[in-house]
């Protein structure tokens, strides 16, 4: 099996090699419109420097900022569970990295993640030689895994799901991926499904645990409260207006959104839009929207008050947990647009009814899960979202009951922490998986 994996993977490295010129261009296009995007980019290489600690070196991939937020409770757990090593967190992006940075501070050691080729994997493994790595949700990298299978170091897909669409891309190149899902040392999935796709790709039945969706495991700290409860007292004001929010859209979706506030307003018209973009290199633009299409606008980050304004505009990074706490309905983006939707899990826990579009493919669990307990509603076009916020605005009572059953399923599912937790500690210190 290992040696018929040779030639595929040599082959794909090669060609990682000849597109790596294009993927520097690629990096500099980017810090045009980020600047964060120019740093570190001998990180990105595998030079890297050496941990704060002598301690061993549990190493956590979490790709961007969804995944790092995930990882919190995990780390927290990790830290207290194995006080003799060291976390160290990568990332690939520079909003990634910011909210590593924001969220665990010096508790833990940072980098970005090494390119996947032999050179730059090599070099940072060399440099770490990490106890273990574990990658949070499908990061999956054919050279990192056949590295550290080669070095003994455990991988582990935590928190591991795999929708269809990604399941036949994966298929689409089995003679690469079946080695890499072989090598693994367990995959702890979210759901029997995501497990099932797993198994087909080549990942050994023994080595696939189902323990839940560890994002339903999130707590909401008494700072995180007290932060939302200001911000009620300032967006609500003395008209009690209501509060929409639309979080995490993408580029093609604020269009979609700024239609269906514009419906929302002839009904309702003291309503305030709180407009959270994904990525913040598109908050300028998203802003030019907003005043092309004839609102008021006013930014977080100005820290003017939102009285005369129609919408805000959350160019802020780290409140967006706040946010669904102080709004009354909340919409979760990348699902107007075929982005497989974002963490519905967050407005749930704070007891929010949830909207969302279609997309949910990366959400494929969660959604069902709220859709049948009746705290999600499913929008397929931007008058259907209007419809359904006007129709909760001017029924609270409605609202409140949707938001009350996205709020106990968010609390029926926790639990997922403590199965991985066995499955890391049954994982950590383990040979190759086929016991050689």
């Avoid at 974002?342 to 069902?368: C, D, Q, Y």
């Avoid at 899960?369 to 397929?380: H, Q, R, S």
Wanted: one cysteine or more; proline letters at 5%; a neutral charge.
């Amino acid at each position: 099996m290992i040696k018929r994996s040779i030639l595929p993977r040599l082959t794909y490295s090669a060609i990682f090699y000849l597109l790596m010129p294009i993927i520097v261009l690629r990096l500099i296009y980017r810090a045009i419109k980020a600047p964060a995007y120019a740093a570190r980019w001998s990180e990105r290489f595998g030079f890297v420097g050496a941990v704060k600690s002598s301690e061993d070196i549990i190493w956590l991939h979490a790709v961007s900022v969804g995944e790092t937020l995930a990882a919190v409770p995990l780390v927290k757990a990790l830290q207290a569970t194995y006080p003799d090593h060291r976390l160290l967190v990568t990332c690939m992006t520079p909003t990634g990295s910011e909210r590593i940075r924001v969220v665990f501070g010096d508790s833990v050691d940072h980098c970005y993640a090494p390119y996947d080729t032999p050179g730059a994997v090599a070099r940072f493994l060399d440099r770490l030689t990490p106890k273990m790595l574990l990658i949070m949700e499908t990061e999956l990298w054919p050279n990192t895994v056949a590295a550290c299978y080669q070095r003994q170091i455990p991988v582990v897909l935590a928190n591991a799901r795999l929708s269809e669409k990604s399941a036949r891309g994966y298929g689409r190149v089995r003679q690469l991926s079946t080695p890499m899902f072989s090598q693994l040392t367990a995959v702890a999935a979210q759901h029997r499904d995501d497990g099932t796709r797993f198994e087909a790709l080549g990942l050994p039945s023994e080595r696939l645990y189902i323990s839940g969706n560890i994002k339903f495991d999130l707590d909401l700290s008494v700072q995180v409260k007290l932060n939302a409860q200001q911000l009620i007292q300032q967006w609500h004001s003395q008209e009690q207006r209501p509060v929409l929010l639309a979080a995490s859209t993408h580029r093609g979706e604020d269009e979609l959104i700024l239609q269906a506030f514009s419906q929302i307003k002839q009904h309702i018209d003291n309503v305030l839009l709180v407009l959270v973009p994904r990525h913040p290199e598109r908050f300028g633009q998203v802003a030019g929207l907003c005043v092309d299409a004839g609102f008021t606008v006013v930014r977080r980050s100005s820290n003017d008050t939102v009285d005369e304004a129609d919408i805000l505009l959350g160019d802020s990074m780290g409140e967006l947990m706040t946010f669904y706490g102080a709004c009354d309905i909340a919409f979760v983006g990348g699902s107007l647009v075929a982005n497989g939707g974002h963490n519905m899990i967050e407005p749930a826990a704070w007891g929010k009814p949830v909207l969302s579009g279609s997309s949910v493919f990366n959400f494929t669990e969660v959604s069902r899960l709220l859709t049948e307990a009746g705290g999600l509603i499913l929008v397929e076009t931007p008058a259907a979202l209007a419809e359904t916020v006007i129709q909760l605005i001017k029924n609270p009572q409605r609202a409140q009951q949707m938001g009350q059953q996205a709020q106990q399923v968010a609390e029926a599912n926790r639990g997922a922490l403590e199965k991985l937790l066995t499955v890391i500690d049954r994982s950590l210190g383990a040979k190759h998986p086929d016991g050689s």
